[in-house]
């Protein structure tokens, strides 16, 4: 089975929100992002490089539970400095945290938009310092030291408000409906590997052996509904491809499945089995 390039990385996430204004200050302020550009009802946003996080407001937009769609989207800064710094950041703004974690991989940072779109926040350990078991990925929830973090903050760097300039999307987390249609789809179709499954209610996939570029459950419910038309939440996100030759190879692979594809302002728009939206750029 041919695998997606190992180049190929998530770029920027693109959100429905109800209040603009409410939702730059939230990023800007308490995150520390930058407005790259605003457009009417529409901004996006980053780091000063590429976006990372486009916002659309739908005053009336309706919001879902028990659907598909965004889990959350997670924001990878360079360094435990940075993360440090993050936590800072939260604390000082007296920004609610929904949970903490050493996932041996990484350590994260878990809180919510004010709209409810979920967000992690997270640094990676070295690739030598990941947990392998019998070959295999293990990705753990371990408790994460909130003060030795927060030790970790340069010295000085209290007025570096904003996210380093290296920072990316590092990953997405998605409901699914089912794991078996995930998979089919995201292994099967488009090429990611499988890293780890989480018993039989998650797993994760990625390029390169990163350890996830997605990961999909099924925690809003097996078999739950896509959210309807306009929700809050997640329109669709970016899988970012090093070629333009290997897009179309996986542009091609979604054809041949017959499943549905239609050209979009910078790329080819896609949505996986339970209604998700994927950008292949």
């Known amino acids: 089975m041919t695998t997606i390039d190992p180049a190929t990385t998530i770029g920027a996430v693109h959100l429905t929100i109800s209040d603009l204004d409410r939702s730059i200050a939230f990023y800007t302020d308490r995150l520390g992002f930058q407005v790259h550009r605003r457009d009417g009802d ?3 946003l980053g780091a000063g490089g590429s976006d990372l996080l486009v916002l659309v407001q739908a005053l009336d937009a309706p919001r879902a539970r028990g659907t598909t769609g965004l889990y959350h989207f997670a924001i990878l800064v360079p360094s435990r400095a940075d993360l440090a710094r993050s936590l800072r950041r939260l604390a000082e703004t007296d920004t609610h945290l929904q949970g903490v974690a050493d996932h041996g991989v990484s350590e994260a940072l878990y809180l919510a938009d004010p709209d409810g779109n ?5 640094r ?4 030598a310092d ?3 078991h019998d070959g295999q990925l293990q990705m753990t929830t371990d408790p994460l030291d909130l003060n030795d973090l927060a030790t970790a903050a340069r010295p000085g760097s209290g007025a570096l408000h904003e996210l380093a300039a290296d920072t990316v999307v590092g990953h997405v987390h998605l409901h ?9 789809f995201y292994v099967g179709v488009l090429g990611f590997d499988l890293m780890q499954r989480l018993g039989s209610s998650a797993l994760f996939v990625s390029a390169g052996g ?3 570029h997605i990961g999909l459950n099924t925690w809003a419910g097996i078999g739950a509904p896509p959210p309807p038309p306009g929700a809050i939440g997640l329109r669709h996100f970016v899988v970012r491809f090093p070629t333009v030759t ?3 190879e996986i542009v091609a692979r979604v054809t041949a499945a017959g499943i549905p594809i ?5 790329g080819a728009l896609v949505r996986d089995p339970a209604g998700n939206a994927i950008l292949l750029s």
Do not use: T
Request: no cysteine; net charge negative.
């Open 42 to 44: 529409a901004a996006a």
């Open 118 to 122: 979920g967000i992690e926040i997270y």
């Open 124 to 127: 990676d350990r070295p690739r």
């Open 130 to 132: 990941w947990p392998i």
């Open 176 to 184: 699914v409906r089912a794991l078996y249609d995930a998979e089919a």
């Open 210 to 212: 990163y350890h996830h």
């Open 246 to 248: 290997a897009r179309e």
């Open 262 to 266: 239609v050209s979009h302002e910078g």
